[in-house]
T-cell receptor, first 111, second 115 residues
């Protein structure tokens, strides 16, 4: 029972490089989310997808794009990475009226 | 001012102690309150979930919500070294399908339980 799987686990980028963080869930959940976690800031919502085919901005969407590829997969793209995007990124999923299930995160460093 | 405030700690207690973790919030629209536990280098996992004011107990864990004071607490009885983790409070104003998961988190409190 894999739950929410995130790849890669670690990544180092140079300023200006691009990359895509991948997330897949096998629980048949309809909603998926991307959060970032920074020291002293808790978790902040970047983007979410309430259902397949829809995406919406969260609290901190600038510098990111997302794609809900299908019901299982929700990717987060950094087009031109900046040092301020150094963070731990968590993907989560949920079904109607159920709590979030989180993946184990991608640790991203932008130099 | 953050919508949700949580003392980051760290908090260190001896095994067997009662632990009290707290969050305050400013948005009176919050109705759903959660506590997540996060072990080092892992994702948060849901520990407790409550709706509106009141208490909820699950084993050694008790969650309390006081909406009049905009204050929530998590109590851990007979704390164990395995309880050593970061505890995050989270809350939201609604729990419909499109709002599920749009949570506001506290900063997290790091707890260490010493044997």
């Amino acid at each position: 029972n894999a739950g929410v799987t995130q790849t890669p686990k670690f990544q180092v980028l140079k300023t200006g490089q691009s990359m895509t963080l991948q997330c897949a869930q096998d629980m048949n959940h309809n909603s998926m989310y991307w959060y970032r976690q920074d020291p002293g800031m808790g978790l902040r919502l970047i983007y979410y997808s309430a259902s397949e085919g829809t995406t919406d901005k969260g609290e901190v969407p600038n510098g990111y794009n997302v794609s809900r590829l299908n019901k299982r997969e929700f990717s987060l793209r950094l087009e031109s990475a900046a040092p301020s995007q150094t963070s731990v990124y968590f993907c989560a999923s949920a079904i109607y009226n159920s709590p979030l299930h989180f993946g184990n995160g991608t640790r991203l460093t932008v130099t | 001012q953050k919508e949700v405030e949580q003392d980051p700690g760290p908090l260190s207690v001896p095994e067997g102690a009662i632990v009290s973790l707290n969050c305050t919030y400013s948005n009176s629209a919050f109705q759903y309150f959660m506590w997540y536990r996060q072990y080092s280098r892992k994702g948060p996992e849901l520990l407790m979930y409550t709706y509106s004011s009141g208490n909820k107990e699950d084993g050694r864990f008790t969650a309390q919500v006081d909406k009049s004071s905009k204050y929530i607490s998590l109590f851990i009885r007979d704390s164990q070294p395995s309880d050593s983790a970061t505890y995050l409070c989270a809350m939201s104003g609604s729990y419909g399908s499109s709002n599920t998961g749009k949570l506001i988190f506290g900063q997290g409190t790091t707890l260490q339980v010493k044997p």
